[in-house]
């Protein structure tokens, strides 16, 4: 997937730049502040008009004062001119460190250390500007030094500006992991796009404006996609057809020895875009099956043929046969419990795309490019499936379904009392500590439909909860006799007075429907009167998809106090389950 | 009489949109001096739209020189823009 931008892209991105700013109407979207080592402005018509693109919006984008970006900083109110709720800290070492680097090609390698502090100083005030003001920012992991009077190129001097930099992303990576910054990587960005083909030498010398115009789109889709990635949900499940998309030829006609996979072109392109599913799978995507064939002759494929990179484990649900293949899907969807709007279906067949499209268009349809070559690059550069980190929940994901098809066999064979007596259920809750903030900014972002509010959070969001004194954050760790759940309840509670305030109540679908929410809510009505709250005030927000939470307050206790509004004395809550244990997370 | 400059001139109306100010406040002798908006970064602007809009690639020494709008329509004759 390509995702260079035409002339005309760029054209039009800046022509409506200038319109937006001259009539000033649209205050919807995010404030971004960019604070650099060099003149950055031309990168805020092709940022805004790719945070709009992606519905993130973007209401404006404040530069900071050019290469103060330390005390920048320390005082981003004041270098960015207003309020920004994202930031972007773009530098290069030489900009920073321009005589030690001098110094170091010159022969003097006792000099990177003082490149290295040099580099640590605008972490840390990167870090720093995080923590006080809670804004949530990206930190450029910097390029190779690449400047004129630093020829990087040379085979006397460029080895010591290689040892350098090695040094200095390091120190920067530490920084980042230590304070929970967003890692931009500028270095890796640099290096796809060409560092040559990205500096305009003219503009460096005019007006300290590094990069081509090509360029600056190019960092502003990788800064954006990071911010989609760190604020919406990824989609959950990548449906594959087989024949001619994981491997070349038709399995029932050319058999198993016929068909292309394994070390040969064509066979090695398929291979490699399997490999790229297996990763996926690993990193907890659902990977399944919507197969117009004889289920014998796929699953042979899986189980004998060498080439094969997908394990028939890493498939959750395989629909092979001779249905519609939406048909497929929605079965696929409905076994996983995840909604068809997070599933991306790849196909050869524009006929197959095309009648998916037209009967789900919620389904994201991606046809498998006609050259093999091409295939690899479907799922790159992709966003589907972005994600920041991956979690332990995520790698145990396919293992967890395998726990839950399980737990659906035994509750098809029992009543639900006795089903719910034989999971053996145990809630642990308390509160979220540092470490369990990837997963609950995940549940914050994915969950659509137990989800009373529907507010999403950012990692830095959740992060900066944590040590708000009114506010209290509750997870819930779940287990049963076939496996942990992990956890898959979150809770945002916000003292008032003797009130709490319910900002957020959501659960993972995976826990529903075993009395867990009810029980949940219980276990939050008695850490409230340990801590001396008398009430619980919430609300219900609908949406498209959180129907199922709608008659979820009355059901434990609580009156409507008004249209949205519900309240309950911490007495009159009820939901505790005597098949449920609740112990402390 | 043949007016020099056409009523709906190419480069008047660039210069307009790159500096953001009305098209009747532009003369040939526009300059930094004489337009406030005329500032280093619509300057930087200028270079990336004349670029693009004639196809041409303009030198740094090219690029200083353009302190009017008059020096400009003349660089970019001399590079063979034939609309300015």
Redesign the interface.
Known sequence: MTIAAS?ED??AS??KW?LR??DQADLTGLAIGIASTF?S??IAPYFASQLIDSGLGCRTVHFAPYNQIVQSCMNPLAAFNDKVDVALVLWRIEDIAPSALHDLVGGRHDRVQDVVNAASGVAQAAAEMQRVTGIPTLLAIPPLPYAPGLDSTSLAFGPALVGCHTAVVRCVEEAINANGLLRFDFNTLINHFGLERAIDW??W???R?PYT?QFWWRIAERATRLLEASRSARKKCLVLDCDNTIWGGVVGEDGIEGIALGDDFPGSAFRDFQRQAAILAAGGVFVALASKNNPADVWRVFDEHDGMALSRDQISVAQIGWTEKADGIAEIARQLNIGIDSIVFVDDSPIEIEKVRSRMPEVTCLLAPADPAELPLLLLNNKYFDQLRVTDEDRARGHSFRAEKNREEMRVATSPEEFRQSLQLTLKIGPVRPAHVGRVAQLINKTNQFNLTTRRRSETEVSALLVEHETTVLALDLEDRFGSYGIVGVAVLKTIGKTWELDSFLLSCRALGRGVEHAFKAAIAEIARERGIERIRASFLPTAKNAVAAGFLGEVGFSKISEEAFEAEIDGIRGLDPYVTVIPL | MIDEVPSMDMLIALFA?CL?VASDRLTEDSSPESISEWD??A???L???IE?RFDVT???RE??SMRTIAIARDVLRRKGVSEV
């Open positions: 002339a760029l054209r800046r022509a200038k700013q001259s003149t402005e031309p003219r503009k010398y005019l007006y404006q115009e | 949109e953001n280093s970064l300057a930087m602007n270079v990336t739209e693009e303009l030198s740094t690029i200083m």
